[in-house]
């Protein structure tokens, strides 16, 4: 993958310098190698599913877990639930309908 405007392939892992804006699900930016990320002090690291979705974004800060992002969709590939887990292990739980709007 050359930028971040190229689509991930399948099944795949990769790694990123930063990520834009708080749009749920995050848009990863800055793709870099593994070798790259393991470098700085903070990277991200985007797991795309089958269908070439993010479904999971974690952050890394000194080597080490700072929070994750875990993703569904509903089958017309809008977000239908987003769970977030803190480094203390707190979570936010967030649910969208199928119009991708959250459910309040």
């Known amino acids: 993958m ?5 689509t991930p392939p399948t099944n795949s892992v990769i790694y990123y310098g930063s990520w834009t804006s708080y749009q749920i699900p995050f848009v990863p930016v800055e793709p ?5 990320a393991q470098k700085r002090q903070s990277y991200y690291v985007g ?3 089958s269908s070439k979705q993010l479904e999971r ?5 000194d ?3 700072e929070w994750q ?13 987003r ?11 967030q649910n969208f309908d ?3 709007n959250i459910m309040k």
Not at 2 to 6: R, V
Not at 83 to 93: A, L, P, Q, R, V
């Open 98 to 100: 199928s119009n991708g």
């Open 83 to 93: 769970n977030m887990i803190k480094t203390d292990g707190s979570e936010i739980n």
């Open 69 to 81: 992002d875990k993703y569904i969709y509903w089958d017309n590939r809008k977000l239908k639930t």
């Open 47 to 49: 797991y795309y599913n």
């Open 57 to 61: 974004f974690e952050k890394y800060l």
């Open 63 to 65: 080597g080490k877990l």
């Open 32 to 36: 870099i190698s593994q070798e790259e």
């Open 2 to 6: 050359k930028s971040s405007t190229d």
